[in-house]
């Protein structure tokens, strides 16, 4: 069999002071683990924008994503994130559970 070839490529480094051009696998650098999990969620607040930019990153829906699976897994009910967290920024949508 053949390995897949589709995210290869070169990029330009230094080996003992000469430029050359290295052949590798890149995509898990480039891409981010997040892609999986961190791009649809059924929560429209996740997806807010205040001046015009999204308020969460892929990195908050991934984690909202993950925490729903795992709570429906364990109670067999489908996780809605509570309203205290409408307006938490930066941070994971859950931090707000704790006060």
């Known amino acids: 069999p053949q390995p897949n070839r589709s995210l290869a490529s070169y ?3 230094k080996e003992r002071g000469c430029s050359k051009m290295k052949r ?3 995509g898990d650098i480039v891409q981010s683990p997040y892609w999986a999990l961190g791009v649809h969620a059924d ?4 997806f807010k924008k205040r001046s ?3 308020t969460k990153t892929c990195q908050h829906i991934a984690e ?7 709570h429906e897994l364990a109670t067999g009910d489908a996780f809605k994130m509570p309203d ?5 920024h930066g941070r994971s949508f859950w931090s707000g559970l704790s006060r």
């Open 43 to 46: 929560e429209p607040r996740l």
């Open 24 to 26: 590798g696998f890149w």
């Open 11 to 13: 990029a330009e480094g």
């Open 84 to 88: 205290a967290d409408d307006d938490i």
């Open 52 to 54: 015009m930019q999204h």
């Open 64 to 70: 909202y994503n993950v925490y729903g699976m795992l």
